[in-house]
T-cell receptor, first 116, second 112 residues
Framework: DAGVTQSPTHLIKTRGQQVTLRCSPKSGHDTVSWYQQALGQGPQFIFQYYEEEERQRGNFPDRFSGHQFPNYSSELNVNALLLGDSALYLC???????????????FGPGTRLTVL | GDSVTQMEGPVTLSEEAFLTINCTYTATGYPSLFWYVQYPGEGLQLLLKATKADDKGSNKGFEATYRKETTSFHLEKGSVQVSDSAVYFCALRGKTGNQFYFGTGTSLTVIP
């Protein structure tokens, strides 16, 4: 059983560019959450997708957007990149979304984004 | 708002030493509490969890007890191994949403 997978592993962009990160959830999971982990910090919640809709959002600007596909995979898009967007971006999946049953999230290995 | 505060590191211990990493939380109601571990170059792995007061989560020799009276969820292990070297994150999920809140992490290095 494959766990949560993310691509690419590493990415280097320059300021002002746009980036798309991808995530495939663990088999049987239909809810995907995205987190930003700056160096030496804990993960910060960006948003969560369930049934192809953004259900909850953390304190991140509109430059951060996402999408969930019918097969439950998800993309994170960041526009107008800033130096401060350099971080490890983690995707987490869980069995289901809004009914309060998502007690456990399973994390992917992350995508390391460097903005120059 | 909901938040987690955990002991700052780094922590360096000799093999077979006793480990405690402190974690306290602020939340509305009764959140679920978690410890995640991150090995170098990897994502986060669930280590243990507790979903109500006085529950004890345990896994791989690690334990943590959900203490409502002190709003704490301290991680303990009686005898650490070199392979336990990693960064440990305390986290909570509130009862009114699916967002997880993480602490800043505590780096543990175990030396032979």
């Amino acid at each position: 059983d494959a766990g949560v997978t993310q691509s690419p592993t590493h990415l280097i962009k320059t300021r002002g560019q746009q980036v798309t990160l991808r995530c495939s959830p663990k088999s049987g999971h239909d809810t995907v959450s995205w987190y930003q982990q700056a160096l030496g910090q804990g993960p910060q919640f960006i948003f969560q997708y369930y049934e192809e809709e953004e259900r909850q959002r953390g304190n991140f600007p509109d430059r951060f957007s996402g999408h969930q596909f019918p097969n439950y995979s998800s993309e994170l898009n960041v526009n107008a990149l800033l130096l401060g967007d350099s971080a490890l971006y983690l995707c987490a999946s869980s069995p289901y979304g809004l009914a309060g049953g998502t007690d456990t999230q399973y994390f992917g290995p992350g995508t390391r984004l460097t903005v120059l | 708002g909901d938040s987690v505060t955990q002991m700052e590191g780094p922590v360096t211990l000799s093999e077979e030493a006793f480990l405690t990493i402190n974690c306290t939380y602020t939340a509305t109601g009764y959140p679920s509490l978690f410890w995640y571990v991150q090995y170098p170059g990897e994502g986060l792995q669930l280590l243990l969890k507790a979903t109500k007061a006085d529950d004890k989560g345990s896994n791989k020799g690690f334990e943590a007890t959900y203490r409502k009276e002190t709003t704490s969820f301290h991680l303990e292990k009686g005898s650490v191994q070199v392979s336990d070297s990693a960064v440990y994150f305390c986290a909570l999920r509130g009862k009114t949403g699916n967002q997880f809140y993480f602490g800043t992490g505590t780096s543990l290095t175990v030396i032979p």
